[in-house]
């Protein structure tokens, strides 16, 4: 079956430090999603991206979309406090309507 | 608008036991999904219902998980019996229709002791 995996599983910075967060999964994808989830919390809709090569920016959030459209990838710039969570990404295989959620990479920043 | 609902918050049972979960999607919202989330992991799909048809079950243990969407509003997820390994916290979404993100509902932490 379809695999999305995440790279790195955790990642702790200093505030203002930027973070990146890879997304690969085993097949083409039609699009990819991106969600965050705060400590005790349900995941929160953050981004589709849907067209090969595409970059989108939301603040200090880049999202991009392989030109394969089998990776994808979040940085943020000059990471905050509220940045904490687990960043999900959850590819959707071409022809199919089932999202496929990685696990995720926790993201700790300390002030 | 109003999230979507879920209950109970918190269920603790034995293993055996049967359990049921209860979803409201946004008023309007065709699609409606039903996630489990063990600990540590990302969620995995148990079942789409598009609006009270069944679009994907096939990662739902069907021997012990069933599920249904009555007049294609809200949902009923039924575990029975609970196994240990059942320990994790259900989520439900919707989305007006299925190429659009998702919006989560707080979800239902399940303990089998």
């Known amino acids: 079956g379809q695999q999305v995996m995440q790279i790195p599983q955790y990642q702790h910075v200093q505030e203002g430090e930027d973070f990146t967060t890879y997304c690969n999964s085993s097949?083409?994808?039609?699009?990819i999603q991106w969600y965050k989830q705060r400590p005790g919390g349900h995941p929160v809709f953050l981004i589709q991206?849907?067209?090969?090569?595409e970059v989108k920016k939301q603040k200090r959030l880049t999202f991009q979309f392989g030109e394969a459209k089998k990776n994808s990838s979040l940085h943020i710039t000059a990471t905050q406090t509220t940045d904490v969570g687990t960043y999900f990404c959850?590819?959707?295989?071409?022809?199919?309507?089932?999202?496929?959620f990685g696990k995720g990479t926790m993201l700790l920043v300390s002030p | 608008e109003a999230g979507v609902a879920q209950s109970p918050r918190y269920k603790i049972i034995e293993k055996r036991q049967s359990v049921a979960f209860w979803c409201n999607p946004i008023?309007?919202?065709?699609?409606l999904y039903w996630y489990q989330q063990i600990l540590g992991q990302g969620p995995k799909l148990l079942i789409q219902?598009?609006?009270?048809?069944?679009?994907?079950d096939s990662q739902l243990p069907k021997d012990r998980f069933s599920a249904e969407r009555l007049k294609g509003v809200d949902s009923t997820l039924k575990i029975q019996p609970a196994k240990l390994e059942d320990s994790a916290v259900y989520l439900c979404?919707?989305?007006?229709?299925?190429?659009?993100?998702?919006?989560f509902g707080s979800g239902t932490r399940l303990t089998v002791v």
């Open positions: 959850a590819g959707r295989k071409s022809g199919y309507s089932t999202l496929t």
């Open positions: 979404a919707s989305n007006p229709w299925t190429d659009l993100g998702y919006t």
């Open positions: 008023s309007g919202h065709a699609t």
């Open positions: 219902f598009q609006n009270n048809g069944v679009v994907d």
């Open positions: 991206l849907v067209k090969s090569g």
């Open positions: 097949t083409t994808l039609s699009n």
